[in-house]
Protein backbone atom coordinates (compact mmCIF):
# COMPACT_ATOMS: atom_id res chain seq x y z
CA UNK A 1 0.00 0.00 0.00
CA UNK A 2 1.33 3.36 -0.77
CA UNK A 3 0.13 6.10 1.39
CA UNK A 4 0.53 10.11 1.30
CA UNK A 5 3.50 10.76 3.83
CA UNK A 6 2.25 10.82 7.49
CA UNK A 7 4.75 13.59 8.08
CA UNK A 8 1.94 15.98 6.29
CA UNK A 9 -0.46 15.91 9.91
CA UNK A 10 2.83 17.81 11.28
CA UNK A 11 1.79 20.54 8.24
CA UNK A 12 -1.77 20.24 9.10
CA UNK A 13 -0.99 21.41 12.80
CA UNK A 14 0.92 24.02 11.57
CA UNK A 15 -2.12 25.39 9.33
CA UNK A 16 -4.70 24.60 12.17
CA UNK A 17 -2.36 26.98 13.98
CA UNK A 18 -2.70 29.74 11.40
CA UNK A 19 -6.18 29.23 10.86
CA UNK A 20 -6.74 29.57 14.89
CA UNK A 21 -5.02 32.87 15.05
CA UNK A 22 -7.67 34.15 12.37
CA UNK A 23 -10.65 32.78 14.33
CA UNK A 24 -9.67 34.19 17.07
CA UNK A 25 -10.01 37.55 15.54
CA UNK A 26 -13.44 37.08 14.17
CA UNK A 27 -14.82 34.08 15.98
CA UNK A 28 -18.75 34.30 14.33
CA UNK A 29 -17.13 34.43 10.33
CA UNK A 30 -13.91 32.49 10.90
CA UNK A 31 -15.29 29.61 11.91
CA UNK A 32 -15.50 28.03 8.43
CA UNK A 33 -11.95 28.02 8.16
CA UNK A 34 -11.34 25.08 9.82
CA UNK A 35 -12.83 22.77 7.22
CA UNK A 36 -9.72 23.39 5.59
CA UNK A 37 -7.14 21.52 7.92
CA UNK A 38 -9.95 18.74 8.61
CA UNK A 39 -10.19 18.58 4.45
CA UNK A 40 -6.24 18.18 4.21
CA UNK A 41 -6.35 15.38 7.22
CA UNK A 42 -8.68 13.69 5.56
CA UNK A 43 -7.32 13.41 1.73
CA UNK A 44 -3.27 12.67 3.75
CA UNK A 45 -5.71 9.45 5.10
CA UNK A 46 -8.02 8.58 2.20
CA UNK A 47 -5.79 8.66 -0.55
CA UNK A 48 -3.83 5.64 -1.56
CA UNK A 49 -2.54 3.25 -4.29
CA UNK A 50 -2.97 -0.68 -3.20
CA UNK A 51 -1.13 -2.82 -4.54
CA UNK A 52 -2.79 -6.32 -4.90
CA UNK A 53 -2.77 -9.65 -6.72
CA UNK A 54 -5.65 -8.71 -8.93
CA UNK A 55 -4.55 -5.50 -9.82
CA UNK A 56 -4.49 -1.94 -8.59
CA UNK A 57 -6.85 -0.16 -6.15
CA UNK A 58 -6.79 3.41 -6.21
CA UNK A 59 -8.44 5.81 -3.54
CA UNK A 60 -8.46 9.43 -4.05
CA UNK A 61 -10.53 12.14 -1.65
CA UNK A 62 -13.68 11.72 -3.79
CA UNK A 63 -13.94 8.21 -4.65
CA UNK A 64 -12.58 4.62 -5.50
CA UNK A 65 -11.10 2.76 -8.85
CA UNK A 66 -10.46 -0.70 -9.39
CA UNK A 67 -7.66 -1.39 -12.64
CA UNK A 68 -7.42 -4.86 -13.27
CA UNK A 69 -3.43 -5.79 -14.67
CA UNK A 70 -4.92 -6.99 -17.91
CA UNK A 71 -6.40 -3.43 -18.20
CA UNK A 72 -2.57 -1.70 -17.44
CA UNK A 73 -0.11 -1.11 -20.81
CA UNK A 74 2.28 1.19 -18.63
CA UNK A 75 2.68 3.84 -16.86
CA UNK A 76 4.14 7.40 -17.35
CA UNK A 77 6.09 10.00 -15.12
CA UNK A 78 5.42 13.24 -15.40
CA UNK A 79 7.15 16.52 -14.28
CA UNK A 80 4.65 17.15 -12.27
CA UNK A 81 2.16 15.37 -10.25
CA UNK A 82 1.16 11.44 -9.78
CA UNK A 83 2.41 8.83 -11.79
CA UNK A 84 0.15 7.61 -14.62
CA UNK A 85 -1.12 4.58 -15.96
CA UNK A 86 -1.85 4.16 -19.48
CA UNK A 87 -5.00 1.93 -19.89
CA UNK A 88 -5.51 -0.74 -22.56
CA UNK A 89 -9.11 1.74 -23.72
CA UNK A 90 -6.19 4.68 -24.67
CA UNK A 91 -7.10 6.66 -20.96
CA UNK A 92 -4.74 7.49 -18.30
CA UNK A 93 -5.52 7.45 -14.64
CA UNK A 94 -3.31 9.22 -12.02
CA UNK A 95 -2.04 6.62 -9.13
CA UNK A 96 -3.12 8.58 -6.06
CA UNK A 97 0.27 8.62 -3.53
CA UNK A 98 2.56 7.25 -6.12
CA UNK A 99 5.13 10.11 -7.37
CA UNK A 100 8.50 9.55 -8.96
CA UNK A 101 10.35 9.05 -5.29
CA UNK A 102 7.71 5.70 -4.82
CA UNK A 103 7.93 4.60 -8.41
CA UNK A 104 10.15 2.04 -7.10
CA UNK A 105 7.97 0.52 -4.43
CA UNK A 106 5.19 0.14 -7.00
CA UNK A 107 7.61 -1.80 -10.06
CA UNK A 108 8.65 -4.18 -6.83
CA UNK A 109 4.80 -4.77 -5.53
CA UNK A 110 3.94 -5.28 -8.60
CA UNK A 111 5.85 -8.33 -9.08
CA UNK A 112 7.11 -7.31 -12.69
CA UNK A 113 3.28 -6.32 -14.04
CA UNK A 114 5.03 -2.70 -14.38
CA UNK A 115 8.33 -2.54 -16.15
CA UNK A 116 11.28 -1.21 -14.27
CA UNK A 117 12.55 2.25 -15.85
CA UNK A 118 15.32 2.35 -13.91
CA UNK A 119 16.38 -1.15 -14.76
CA UNK A 120 16.34 -0.15 -18.57
CA UNK A 121 18.27 3.29 -17.89
CA UNK A 122 21.08 1.61 -15.64
CA UNK A 123 21.22 -1.05 -18.46
CA UNK A 124 21.47 1.82 -21.28
CA UNK A 125 24.15 3.07 -18.42
CA UNK A 126 26.03 0.60 -18.65
CA UNK A 127 25.95 -0.17 -21.70
CA UNK A 128 27.35 3.31 -22.81
CA UNK A 129 30.12 3.22 -20.65
CA UNK A 130 30.77 -0.17 -21.85
CA UNK A 131 30.99 1.16 -25.80
CA UNK A 132 33.49 4.27 -24.33
CA UNK A 133 35.59 1.76 -22.50
CA UNK A 134 35.60 -0.22 -26.08
CA UNK A 135 36.22 3.47 -28.26
CA UNK A 136 39.07 4.63 -25.77
CA UNK A 137 40.70 1.10 -26.26
CA UNK A 138 40.52 1.35 -29.92
CA UNK A 139 41.78 4.85 -29.56
CA UNK A 140 44.91 3.69 -27.60
CA UNK A 141 45.38 0.93 -30.05
CA UNK A 142 45.50 3.14 -32.92
CA UNK A 143 47.62 5.73 -30.72
CA UNK A 144 49.43 2.92 -29.07
CA UNK A 145 52.31 3.01 -32.16
CA UNK A 146 53.25 6.33 -32.11
CA UNK A 147 53.30 6.76 -28.53
CA UNK A 148 56.18 4.04 -28.47
CA UNK A 149 57.88 5.73 -31.41
CA UNK A 150 57.29 9.04 -29.10
CA UNK A 151 58.51 7.65 -26.16
CA UNK A 152 61.47 6.20 -27.80
CA UNK A 153 62.50 9.52 -29.33
CA UNK A 154 62.21 10.99 -25.34
CA UNK A 155 64.61 8.35 -23.97
CA UNK A 156 67.51 9.08 -26.55
CA UNK A 157 67.34 12.81 -26.15
CA UNK A 158 67.12 12.19 -22.40
CA UNK A 159 70.46 9.69 -22.88
CA UNK A 160 71.83 12.15 -25.66
CA UNK A 161 71.71 15.21 -22.57
CA UNK A 162 72.79 13.11 -19.83
CA UNK A 163 75.87 12.10 -21.94
CA UNK A 164 76.76 15.62 -23.09
CA UNK A 165 76.33 16.64 -19.02
CA UNK A 166 78.85 14.44 -17.84
CA UNK A 167 81.21 15.49 -21.14
CA UNK A 168 81.12 19.22 -20.15
CA UNK A 169 81.42 18.06 -16.21
CA UNK A 170 84.72 16.05 -17.37
CA UNK A 171 86.02 18.86 -19.52
CA UNK A 172 85.40 21.46 -16.55
CA UNK A 173 86.75 19.62 -13.57
Known sequence: MIRNP??????V???LLCVAFAFFGWPQVLWILFVIPIAVVIWIERTRTK????GLDLRTFFGSRHIDWSQLQG???PKRGYVRAHLSDGSEVPL?????DRLRILVEASGGRIPDP????????AKARAEAAAARDDAAEDTGDETEI???????????EKNSADGSATHTA
Open 150 to 160: TNAAEATAESD
Open 118 to 125: FAAAEEAE
Open 75 to 77: VSI
Open 6 to 11: RLGHLA
Open 51 to 54: VSAS
Open 96 to 100: PAVGY
Open 13 to 15: FVL
